[in-house]
């Protein structure tokens, strides 16, 4: 028993001899993932919805079990996997710190809406949709999208103050334009939330057009604010661009490290490329950089110098 | 009576043994300036005003007491702050300087309207609104906001210059839809003025689309200028985003060097510890960023050379 | 025979004596395709295809005509190319894998059209609209662009992210609009796939303005959605800049290595001098850029000391 | 004579003992060249050139007169130039060479137009505008903004192929939509020129809404075109950004090398002084940036090893 939850866990986590097997289920789940986003979204259209009625139903129960087989076995298993059984604490309490994990919790949302609409009746179209929210599972398989979370997340208080700024230049030009304006287009700019719709369609460059000012002082006024726009958009812009080329120097430097610390003997066994492969993999680093640094690494062993930063030969 | 001031300093400057106390004013104080910005908001919506008259009295009245005393306090003791014991002058003078500085020029603003509408009476709905310049106080408590601030300042030249450019491509844009266009359309293009609005919306990629050529030639110059509003756009982020990856730099330098002076016997002290953890946070950096630069500053000492660029062991 | 073909293999190729006329027939070349781009764009014109039907009849069959001759020669010729060559199969198996590669296929493309004109006749203009695939035939003389279109695949995965990061957001848009607006406004918000237009519109900042939301709820769930735009915008941007920094980091240290690993001697002969011209341009550096280069290299023989990051001496 | 004129050309240079003065000129100049354009703009309002009739003509009057005894002083003095004086040829051919400069150029069209209107009295109005191009007259009074230009021709072939990838994706748009739309909607997408309209103001992200899809596949092909634009915006951006970064590396390695150059002896004379700082101000350099560069060549002669790079120590 022990011993097919502990295969189940080595499944789920793609390691080991299962690590084929585990990449097929992973394709088949994406797969499935999307084919079911698809499917909601088309079930919106109501002469689709109720041309292909029994179709999407029956998507939807094969979906539905499935991914519901797969969270169980997932907490069924959780306890085998490497970062817990080196806890010291019952199984209960690991399975418990596991369904409140975040991707566990999406697990459960991508089943809920449709095990709900089981007990609860109304406002069926409300819930429906909330099955949209399946598509946050796609997140446990794609690593460069953890890389861009990981910069968002860097660049939070950066990030936090850009907004900031935003808040305030929203909350101002919202307060000019309904001043300027409250009186000429009560309609439109006849309090500041509602003059807030223009300010933030303006700020962010979307410009819908469905509100303007339409006084010369307003004209102005609003000129000024599309002027500021321009730095609204770029302060984002700007802040992810130079934490994405940071990060990328610090994966570099972090592989490099990786590299140099096994290369005690000046050779690279095979465990050892298959672990540098892994980590480039992780790390997001082309094959061409990845060769590179292992060359680097090489030849500052065998006295020819090479730069550590830039991959120069250094005589 | 002094040592009552010189506590009433370090209180609002958070430091000392106050630094706790200090704390939980500056998040009070954040909450009460964020209540208020979201209460003037929405007492412009008429409905709302009229429902909560009484509410939103209050709410100003205690709002303004609290800040008026917080603005008396922060003048009483700004004598005591370290900046001002160090000059030469009357506490007069200091007091003066000091009730110029911006912050407190700010910190008047918040108060200002409220106090003007006890004495003149004439279009109060212009002096409401003035509150919110109320939000700018939360100034003082984002470090982040200032670093952006100053990565503003360092670009200053460079934006200026990009928006020097901007003006004479603005002017030639309106001069040339109003040739143009200005006698088909003489209520949109009727003179160059008018024609701003368009190539402001157009330039800086908002795009209401209220006003738009129709001839031919209109729309072919009128796409000339859409794809100069790219280059518009992308020099004042090209230009944030350089002088943010530069400031990423630069700090990350500075912290190295204050890490390099304080470590002449090779140990970190408690003191020590705690003033990088200060400059830290003031510069906005990584604890990871952090540990990384300490920790290659004392292997430096202990003869394991590491790269001061980039942190790496260099054999 | 075969040595006529050798001929016209270098003529296509540009390389040795032909370099010259290489270049001419490269220009004649390319200004036939654009002519033929404008032609094909004004032939859309109905005025204008019926006032010069037969100049335009005239130019397509001329156009064709040097087409298919380039086509036929090109194939007929492709075995005596350096990367055909060195293999080791039938002139017939080159000549199909040549026939195959992405730019031959697009000079197929760029004749097939008229051909089928000439076969076929049902809906005319849909084929003759696809002769604009034409102007893919440009994208073998420009160099820069295929250096463009490199950072492009370098950042395929991070760009596939983004692209991920955009659907998960649009589909969530669309759904939350949908929810809100789809029974106030059922004929621009009836449906999911419907509400994505809008959905589409707001996130890339473009903001059309046909199809807004009118509920206040709808107006605060869009404005959040626009301030997220700007987010969705920034990381392509943020992801390209920092690729094109690498970009040419990693060209600059190709040069510096070419030029090092023919200094042998400390001096450069005419050879190499054409070599080192030719990889400068391949790798779209300016002059100023590697003249620096040759001089830091030269210099690092002759004892003066210059460092390899970035060019200055180190006494 | 001679004598004068040597000093009408250190004048306009600004150079030697006529620094202060001839900032001065250049201070009245600008503010000159700036309410002629404000002036202009303002007279296309029929309303306010009718009122101010007269003082319109006057400032123009004053204005011209000035400009043109500028030029006539320009042109006149310019053989004292530096540049022109070690050129061995007569006055006659200098004179020549500056007027065809581009800065001389600018000049003389800023008086060209009212010069004209005396003699040809046709389309006034078009002329009047033509006056606006004195704006271009201010190009010779800012630094930052002859820095920024730098970027764009250093970045010259990658924008042209961004361009010429601008210009591919627009043909391909305007003929998709073409295609798809050009039944339902002749007068909008009646020819591919007029659905380039639409395809512009998509691409560039300005999306004015007066033209737009409305057919299912019209907006699923105008969808993929919306996405498309978010490239295109990207790509000039990030090319810009990158060559801001590496503009401001050069330019502080320029500012390192020169000051390495003139400490042979270990110290700072006045002269030098002057000279670095004619020359901080010149590559836009920050003082804090240019004496953190000073005190690194300093230390650097007295044993102290500082990195040439970042300006950390090194042990």
């Known amino acids: ?17 299962y690590r084929k097997v585990g990449h097929y289920i992973d394709v088949f789940l994406i797969s499935l993932i999307m084919i079911n986003v698809v499917a909601i979204v088309l079930e ?35 306890v085998e996997r490497i970062e817990y059984t080196s806890m010291k604490c019952s199984n209960l309490k690991r399975r418990i710190k596991y369904v409140f994990s975040p991707l ?18 109304f406002d069926l179209r409300f819930l429906r949709v909330f099955r949209l929210l399946r598509v946050f599972k796609l997140t446990r398989y794609s690593r460069a999208m953890q890389l861009l979370l990981q910069s968002f997340r860097d660049e939070s208080s950066s990030l936090m103050a850009a907004f900031f700024i935003m808040a ?18 009560p309609d439109k700019f006849g309090s500041i939330p509602a003059a807030m719709w223009w300010a933030m369609a303006t700020l ?28 609204m958009v770029a302060i984002p812009t700007g802040l992810l661009a130079s934490s994405f080329s940071e ?21 690279i066994d095979d465990d050892q490329a298959e672990y540098l492969e892994n980590l480039r993999c992780k790390l997001g680093l082309s094959k061409q950089e990845a060769n590179k640094a292992i060359k680097v690494q090489l030849s500052s062993r065998s006295k020819h110098l090479y730069c550590r930063h830039c991959g120069e030969r250094q005589d």
């Open 247 to 267: 990060q990328l120097r610090k994966r570099r430097i972090m592989f490099s490290d990786a590299v140099h610390e096994r290369l005690h003997d000046g050779q």
């Open 204 to 231: 962010t460059t979307v410009g819908y057009g469905d509100v303007v000012p339409v006084t010369p002082l307003g004209r102005f006024f609003g000129g000024l604010i599309t002027l500021l726009s321009m730095g």
């Open 1 to 17: 028993m022990n011993n097919l939850r502990k295969r189940t866990a080595l499944f789920f986590e793609g390691n080991g001899e």
């Open 44 to 78: 919106s259209v109501i002469s689709l919805a109720q041309q292909y009625k029994h179709e999407f139903l029956l998507l939807e129960l094969i979906s539905v079990s499935i991914f519901s087989i797969e969270y169980l076995l997932r907490v069924w298993s959780c």
């Open 104 to 121: 566990a919790l999406i697990d459960l949302i991508a089943i809920l809406p449709t095990l709900l609409m089981f007990f609860i009746t």
């Open 168 to 185: 305030v230049v929203l909350i101002l030009a919202s307060c000019g334009i309904y001043l300027i304006e409250h009186d000429i287009q």
